[in-house]
């Protein structure tokens, strides 16, 4: 993304500052989902995942003073999919030794957590949450931005995928006009998309 | 609807692009919306500007098709995550929590713990009903609060009829006699100090009957600093400079008198009412700006003088500043020298909060908080209130200045620049003026130099200046070597000595251990609970463990076999790898009463000795899991070494003490603690680390002192005393073949000893203290581990 360097004020630089709540929220809402969802594709009950959704999230929050962002290391995003990783491999391992478990468990857990290679990557499921999440959460910040006329037209062509015809007629509307609404919902969704993108770093 | 067919044509690019910005207005839209709806063309140019919106609508289709389930935790889970994250790396750090990090248990906190109720098992029997107990001449009626220290007791002198604060301390840490020396000695100090903003301290002594010190202070009545701006959020300007004024004033008197606080902070300064019938009759207030009566109080310092004792305390066990770094100075959280200055620093750090309710550098975390000391400055307090005025806004800067030399250089400055402001705020009748400030100063001084000011002589260090300087002499013995990681940003020396043959990166902070697993292969243990491994001939990373033990990684040891290894960690169970399905083996569990310290495995044979902070030492037949107590340390047991045939353990701790063991008379059918068949007792303070020579007849050890000694195993004569470093020595190696023994400092040094006459063949200074050194098996490879989270590896010849 060709993104001037210098007006960009990062999640984790903001998040790094330790009081900026915003951000904090704003991480939360992005990411606590994208955590649990994965944690589910990944067979965690709901509760489960939940915890660990918990858990990651505090983790960030203890280790985000001491990130330094830097390109060449991976992204924000390819860090948090790592210790995500780490955890449900973790839980997963214990669960399965927990019949025969001895000694510390817990380092035991941890041993077998052979931490993810930057190299490798985020896998495709964890990329798929991500991105749903980034158009979820743009959804939630812009959609009273527009009419509710609007928006329906949006959301019955695009995502429901209803004729123009058809939603402009329920919504007394020309077909060229839900269109034209469509677009515009489109065209500003993908931008608070890139906008978070961007404001995360991870680009 | 006017029908416009005549828009047939294809509108503009920039028409459409104002089309997706615009809201639809019906009489410039519509045609265009016409023309669109049968225009197949520009439907697919709409698209193309929007941008393809397919992913998106696919995600929004998945998204609502699959939504978690109503009944889902997952939306309270994540309002309790950003409550959590929101409120707790949001709220003033607690006191007490860098320590706590830092972590060693039983290091004093600064802070206090409500659930955690005070041991007053000392106290004997009290013969008046609803007293808790006495304590030497006193009748205990209560419990004023717990500090780092130890306790404080709010007792009765029948004597004097009077209440009084007695000040305990803490029982672990009158084990320490190095410690209990120092706490005394300055509990003494500060009680040859009287004035009217310092909390009188009438008597120092010990308690017959428990041998604990103690301190009988002045009962203040009155809350904190920290009570009040709970209570009230913060305080009006005017209070703001009448606090200042009165802080600087028991500073100085302090300060004349050879004492640093160095822990000023909002629960230190107490605000005694002044309506206290001890207290001299309220000043009479000539105009009405004056403070409330009600409302006024006379500021009294506590813990003088006592703060050093325990940050060395501190400081000793974790090689880490401890205690909240809120209102710390950044030569002081740097871990640097400190002099009175640092005590200036932390006021202006009090009076920020006070007139803000909030610490100037305040963060999430006491990371973060030493992150922002030391990066960025505050906000000028009139820009955060405007009512806070110029000078005093100016004043608090002058105080927050990052270099001790652009502070005021004296307490007595910022009392005289306070007075004169309040007396010209009104809010200043003489009587309200700290004793020894010469009336006239405030009045005349003006900024100019006070015609009172006494040039007393005190003894300031000059920080930077000495660093710099060290940095100098240094450079001229050896090369420069360029930076090969991050300098700490307070830390004004550059690395000097041979160039690391490599830089292994740690990362997870402090390095506290090294062993090496093979010729090639080496493992560190951090402070965060990671073990990483190398292979320190290529540098490569071959294994890291993330936070795989609780707690820092206090030592470990591979078995003579290469089959198993051993952590100590902040826990009270030796964690047992087995290095091949590197696993934990579960078979094994050697536990202790208290958190593990120190575990060596016995070079030949099935031994295996673990020491932990509460003087428990054992060997183990490990195999069999059949543990030895081995009694007579008291105290942290810090390090632990076989002799080379494994005959003989030495161990050596918190007491001071070297001991030697015979395993030999151990008897492993009878359950007797074997006592130590030798004791090296000449270094003062604790000892940290033991080592035998390679052929097994000489033990080197190292210290609090600063000590490297070297010791004839045999029959435990001490051979050489080497002035090693300037402050502790955290670790002693072996190398050469037995000639040399090498020392790592919280000085930043590690240097190689010639043992036969004791001199210096070898050095390097980095920009942290080292933890822990190590030669390689070959006797010539070393490496050593630092707080900077590095471990640097040396070709040693």
Not at chain 1, 115 to 131: F, I, L, M, N, V
Not at chain 2, 184 to 211: F, T
Not at chain 2, 414 to 423: I, Q, R, S, T, Y
């Amino acid at each position: 993304m060709a993104e001037p360097p210098l007006t960009r004020v990062t999640l984790l630089t903001r998040l790094k500052d330790g009081r900026d709540t915003e951000a904090w929220r704003e991480f939360v809402q992005l990411y606590g989902p994208v955590v649990y969802r994965f944690a589910r594709t990944r067979g965690l009950q709901d509760a489960d995942a939940a915890d660990l959704m918990q858990d990651v999230l505090r983790s960030v929050a203890r280790t985000a003073p001491r990130l330094e962002y830097d390109p060449k290391k991976g992204t924000f995003r390819g860090w948090l999919y790592t210790v995500t990783r780490n955890k449900i491999y973790n839980f997963l391992n214990a669960q399965r030794n927990r019949p025969r478990a001895t000694g510390d468990p817990d380092a035991q857990e941890r041993l077998d957590a052979a931490p993810a290679r930057d190299e490798d990557g985020p896998d495709a499921d964890w990329e798929k949450e991500y991105q749903r999440r980034l158009s979820a959460r743009a959804m939630e910040l812009v959609k009273d931005e527009f009419q509710p006329n609007t928006w329906a037209a949006f959301w019955q062509t695009a995502v429901e995928g209803k004729p123009a015809a058809e939603v402009g007629a329920a919504l007394k509307m020309t077909p060229g006009a839900v269109y034209v609404a469509k677009s515009r919902v489109i065209a500003r969704l993908r931008e608070e998309a890139q906008r978070l993108m961007v404001e995360e770093g991870t680009d | 609807m006017p029908t416009i067919a005549t828009t047939t044509e294809c509108p503009p690019l920039d028409a459409l692009m104002r089309l997706l910005k615009a809201k639809c207005d019906e009489s410039q839209a519509s045609p265009l919306c016409g023309h669109i709806e049968n225009c197949p063309a520009c439907q697919e140019k709409l698209d193309q500007l929007s941008g393809d919106g397919t992913d998106l609508a696919t995600d929004l289709r998945a998204l609502s098709g699959e939504a978690p389930a109503t009944n889902s935790v997952l939306r309270g889970a994540l309002k309790r995550a950003e409550h959590e994250i929101t409120s707790t790396a949001i709220g003033p750090v607690p006191a007490g929590a860098l320590a706590v990090t830092a972590a060693v248990p039983d290091a004093p906190l600064s802070g206090t713990d409500e659930s955690d109720a005070p041991d007053l098992s000392f106290l004997l029997p009290s013969k008046v009903p609803g007293n808790l107990g006495r304590f030497g001449p006193f009748e205990v009626r209560g419990v004023v609060g717990r500090g780092g220290m130890g306790v404080v007791l709010r007792g009765y002198d029948e004597s004097l009829n009077r209440e009084v604060a007695i000040k305990v301390i803490d029982p672990q840490l009158a084990n320490n006699k190095q410690y209990r020396e120092r706490f005394v000695r300055e509990a003494r100090a500060a009680a040859a100090v009287a004035h009217a903003n310092l909390v009188a301290v009438y008597q120092v002594s010990d308690d017959a009957a428990s041998g604990l010190p103690y301190i009988v202070m002045q009962l203040v009545n009155g809350e904190s600093l920290d009570q009040r701006l709970k209570r009230t959020g913060k305080l009006i300007p005017k209070k703001v400079a009448w606090l200042g004024m009165q802080v600087a004033a028991g500073l100085d008197a302090a300060h004349k008198a050879g004492l640093t606080h160095r822990d000023i902070k909002p629960g230190n300064i107490l605000l005694e009412r002044v309506a206290d019938p001890d207290a001299p009759a309220p000043a009479p207030t000539g105009s009405g700006t004056a403070p409330a009566a009600h409302d006024k109080f006379r500021v009294k310092l506590t813990d003088f003088g006592l703060a050093k004792a325990a940050d060395d305390s501190r400081l000793t066990r974790t090689g880490f500043v401890a205690g909240s770094p809120l209102y710390m100075a950044p030569e002081q959280a740097a871990g640097g020298a400190v002099d009175q200055r640092a005590d200036l620093f932390s006021l202006g750090t009090l009076l920020y909060e006070a007139a803000t309710g909030r610490a100037p550098f305040d963060a999430g975390t006491p990371l973060a908080v030493l992150r922002r000391l030391s990066d960025e400055t505050q906000m000028p307090l009139s820009r955060v209130n405007p009512d806070v005025p110029k000078w005093l806004s100016d004043a608090v800067d002058k105080l927050l200045a990052k270099n001790a030399d652009d502070r005021f250089q004296s307490a007595r400055e910022v009392v005289e620049l306070f007075a004169g402001k309040l007396h010209e705020m009104g809010g200043l009748s003489p009587l309200d003026v700290p004793p020894d400030v010469c009336p006239a100063a405030y009045l005349k001084a003006r900024g100019r130099k006070p015609i009172c000011w006494r040039n007393v002589g005190r003894c300031v260090m000059p920080w930077a200046g000495g660093a710099v300087l060290g940095a100098v002499l240094i450079g001229l013995l050896w090369a420069l070597v360029p930076g090969g990681e991050t300098p700490h940003p307070n830390a004004q020396v550059a690395e000097a000595g041979p160039e690391p043959r490599h830089i292994l990166k740690g990362e997870n902070g402090a390095v506290w251990s090294l062993a090496f697993l093979s010729d090639d292969r080496l493992a560190a243990g951090i402070e965060d609970g990671t073990v990483r491994i190398w292979n320190h001939r290529t540098g490569a990373v071959l294994r890291t463990f993330e936070r795989s033990h609780e707690g820092n990684v206090w030592a470990m040891d591979v078995s003579n076999d290469g089959k198993y290894m051993v952590f100590a960690c902040d826990n009270t169970k030796v964690t047992f790898w087995n290095l091949q399905s590197l696993r934990p083996e579960g078979r094994f569990e050697f536990t202790h009463p208290a958190s593990m310290r120190a575990a060596a495995f016995s070079p030949v044979g099935r031994f295996l000795a673990t020491g932990d902070r509460a003087s428990t030492l054992r060997v183990w037949d490990w195999e069999n899991q059949i543990p030895m107590e081995l009694t007579g340390h008291r105290g942290a047991i810090h390090s632990l070494a076989f002799s080379p045939d494994g005959k003989r353990l030495a161990s050596a701790g918190s007491d001071g003490s070297i001991k030697e063991w015979e395993l030999r008379l151990i008897d492993w059918n009878r359950f007797e603690p074997l006592k130590a068949s030798m004791e090296m007792t000449d270094h003062r303070g604790p000892v940290y680390g033991v080592t035998f020579s390679p052929d097994g007849t000489k033990v080197a050890s190292a210290g609090w002192d600063g000590t490297v000694r070297i010791w004839d195993a045999m029959n435990g004569t001490l051979l050489k005393t080497i002035a090693a470093h300037d402050g502790d020595v955290w670790a002693v190696s072996y190398g050469g073949g037995g000639r040399w023994v090498a020392s790592a400092g919280s000085d930043a040094h590690v240097k190689v000893w010639d043992v036969e006459t004791g001199k210096e063949v070898w050095g390097y200074r980095g920009p942290r203290g080292f933890h822990v050194v190590k030669f390689g098996p070959d006797g010539t490879t070393l490496a050593a581990g630092s707080r900077s989270g590095n471990v640097k590896v040396w070709d040693v010849k």
